[in-house]
């Protein structure tokens, strides 16, 4: 078996690291190893996990050592979001009443990641509830800037190089904005495609599992596995795409990063001879945000209710006020949001019969200075309430800090959407490296 140096090993994405493993060139001790001692150096700094155990992994990891990894994720180093159950580790949905809390089983996600041989490293943090209430985690660029929100702990392990993969939840912009953030990818496929049971419920006709990885291709890859579609894996390289440059409405919240992320991303794309137009914004669009905001409301609302209704359960002040202002929502608003979605999802499925993808922000800017809010989700809730995939894929450092572009695809392509997406990934050429 190849002595590779720990360096080495944090150097492998996930489609090497697991490939190799499964080879038996790679131990997955050696990987376990590697990961932890990089943990050990970056997380005081980072926080981005809320439960570590190292010698439980390291027992996962000779135990699969002695049996011969051959799963598709064999060694693969996992962070799971702390609203993801895990029977052998706490999950207590970044809440102060639930902590500690054990599952009696694994989410379907972690046991199928598991049984493909993939080694869960810890519990990532959540903000509370996987709301708007922060948790300790601190942007893996710079620790006075937030990671985003709501799965903040496994965009920033991913981001920090103290995981190759970290499980998500986004019922608003929980996956891509963060993602754009920390500088990795954030995959939010097509809702439905990962199954949510045993995830703590915001909002059912939104809540998405999605995934963050370094490249287009890791998540791909852990896609293909988690949805048993081996299909999603690109085979090839895509020529000549039809991209649709959307500016999301409203588009005056783009600030610098971000409009010089999609400046080069046309560029870029144009120069290596994909097809780039911009898609005229309709003017309906802009009211896809509210009716995100009643979806969302009139769900969560109920989904919480135990935790909104009981004095036993402890809650930050922003949670709280989140709760309150989404209950505002009335049945009958919630009807007509709904059927919104419906009517203009075919709306938009003509706007994007010539084109294989859109190309719209991630993220209003670069990560925002201070730690006591997440970031602004409003470039993210069109596509989560249409229940589209979504990729965020790194694009610049703007002063220093990374700023992606998200690629849009249609309702149920994913497996396109994912190709497109590994197309732009190479033409942006961002060159990936730990924060």
Known sequence: MTQLSPDSILALDAVALTGAVRAGTLSPVAVTEAYLDRIATRDETVRAWEYLSPGQVLEAARALLARGPQGALAGLPIAVKDVIATHDMPTGYGNVSYAGTRPVCDAPCVALSRAADGLVLGKSVSTEFAMASPGKTRNP???????????????????????????????????IRPASYCGVVGYKPTHGLINTAEVKVLAQSLDTIGLLTRTVADAALVASVLGRRPDLMPEGTVTGLRIGLFHTAPFDKAGPGTLAALEHAHRALSGAGHRVSVLPVPDWFEHSHLAHHRVMGFEVT???????LSPQVHMTDMTRDFLAAKAGVSAEDYDAALAFRDLHARKLADLMADVDVLLAPAAPDVAPLGLGATGDPVFNTPWTLFRMPAITVPALRWQGLPVGVQVIGARHADRKTLAAAQAIEAALDYGWTAA
């Open 141 to 175: 660029f710079d620790p006075a800037r937030t990671p985003g929100g709501s799965s903040s702990g496994s965009c920033a392990a991913v981001g920090a190089g103290m995981a190759l993969l970290g499980f998500g939840t986004q019922t608003a912009g929980s996956v």
């Open 302 to 308: 109920s989904a919480l209710a135990f935790e909104r």
